[in-house]
């Protein structure tokens, strides 16, 4: 800060973390937004393709988002008065090359008629009864074993892990059903039991940005009142007695008061050169999954018989407990919904390649990956914020959704010295880890913003 202007912060990655803070950060500093992609909001990613003489726009990253689970990006929609839409959240498996399939639906569940007669389907649908009892009476935080070490040892069968919650767990997530077996079974239950997953009934309804996310995407940025500076990539960031400076690729240099990552951690810890031990140890512990996602219209990649589609399709080869990646296929016309009848899906690393004459888009995204390392790490992260102008933020600081990351990006804004959010909200941070006096600010905030 120089002569009384106000404070120069810079915001890395233009994901829901760094809009937000952005946003937020801009109507009281000079802000300025650096993205080194050619476009805005990160997973928040809408395509637009040509399905013969229609045209869609279809979401390929981010696609929905709950009022109950989701309160902050709620507000934020009703504020940037953006629309949403109902969604459908119904799960279907296809396991063993197609040898069994269901889906959460009424007329799914026995899609195959054979599944009346299977020990399998019985023993899955008696598990899954006693989970859910048993997860309304559990004392969730003081589970300390792994989601597989949980179901073993509390005798669930191997239906129930291996056709069931591991499959549903790994779609949710986004990784292979053989990482999820290493999730702490404390925040799995967390995470179901806040979603009202283990309820047959009375579950949140979803909902989507209607015409897709980017449409929140431009009105936010719209409402950040700095520079946004597109396909600009940073080579490193280093503290020095006046700020941090950020150098970019070419060897120009700027210096700000205050530097937000607003980008993965991994990405993080790669460009602050001088990361001391605490900053190394907590960023360097969140390990990520690379998943390709392509758009296209190829019905193979959907259970093969369709009275068990839906729109969260889990697809497993024969002998496929073992995949490296997780195969899922989303049915874009129940998600979005779209006007076309043509089938349009996204298949995370499809274990089948689609006919490439039906392939429309593909992309990459990395998920992180909240394995018990993780989930200590983001309990010590409220110690390293702020030290020397470095903050951080993003999805991966709570459970890796829209949420997660608006949290964290509004809640690095109100730190630094930005106006509270303009809604009013008690546990504005619940979903991250935040210091105590932050959270205490927040509390007291929502308050009086409510009255």
Not at 220 to 249: K, M, Y
Not at 255 to 260: N, P
Request: charged share 20%; proline share 5%.
């Amino acid at each position: 800060m120089q002569n009384g202007s106000p404070a120069r912060v810079a915001v890395i990655g233009s994901g829901i973390s760094g809009l937000s803070a952005s946003w937020l950060l801009s109507k009281r500093f000079d802000v300025t937004l650096f993205e080194a992609d050619d476009r805005l909001g990160g997973h928040a990613n809408t395509r637009r393709v040509v399905l013969g003489d229609e045209t869609v726009d279809v979401d390929t990253g981010f696609i929905v988002y709950n009022p109950l689970n989701y309160p902050n990006f709620t507000a934020l929609l009703d504020l940037l008065d953006v629309e949403s839409a109902p969604s459908d959240m119904s799960f279907a498996a296809s396991i063993d090359d197609g040898g069994f399939e269901y889906s959460s639906h009424a007329h799914g569940l026995f899609a195959q008629k054979r599944n009346f007669l299977r020990p399998r389907m019985w023993s899955m649908l008696s598990d899954l009864m006693r989970l859910y009892s048993d997860a309304s009476k559990r004392d969730i935080e003081a589970e300390h074993r792994s989601l597989d070490t949980f179901l073993i040892e509390e005798g669930y069968s191997d239906a129930f892990r291996n056709d069931h919650i591991l499959p549903m767990c790994a779609a949710i997530w986004s990784s292979p059903a053989t990482t999820m077996k290493q999730y702490p079974a404390r925040t799995f239950f967390r995470f179901f039991r806040n979603h009202g997953l283990f309820k047959l009934t009375n579950r949140p309804g979803w909902r989507t940005v209607k015409g897709g996310s980017r449409n929140y995407v431009e009105a936010l940025s719209a409402a950040i009142e700095g520079e946004i500076r597109l396909n600009t990539r940073i080579s490193g960031v280093q503290r020095t007695d006046l700020g941090p400076c950020i150098t970019f690729e070419g060897g120009r240099s700027e210096r700000f008061d205050h530097v937000v990552f607003a980008c993965h951690s991994d990405q993080a810890l790669n460009l602050l050169q001088d990361a001391d031990a605490d900053e190394a140890s907590r960023l360097g512990a969140i390990r990520y999954q690379d998943n390709t996602a392509v758009l296209h219209t190829d019905t193979n990649l959907m259970p093969q018989r369709k009275q068990a589609w839906a729109s969260w399709n889990y697809m497993q080869k024969r002998d496929g407990a073992g995949q490296s990646a997780i195969s899922l296929t989303y049915w874009m016309n129940t998600l979005q919904p779209l006007s076309t009848e043509t089938p349009v899906l996204v298949t995370l690393n499809p274990e089948t390649e689609p006919d490439p004459a039906q392939v429309l888009e593909v992309e990459t995204y990395a998920h992180p990956v909240f394995d018990e390392a993780a989930v200590q790490a983001q309990t010590r992260m409220p110690d390293i914020q702020g030290r020397g102008g470095i903050w951080y933020a993003g999805a991966w600081m709570g459970s890796g959704f829209h949420e997660d990351g608006l949290q964290a990006g509004l809640a690095v804004a109100e730190a630094i010295g930005a106006p509270i959010r303009p809604w009013g909200l008690v546990g504005c941070t619940s979903r991250i880890a935040w210091p105590d006096h932050l959270q205490r600010r927040d509390l007291a905030a929502a308050s009086v913003a409510a009255e």
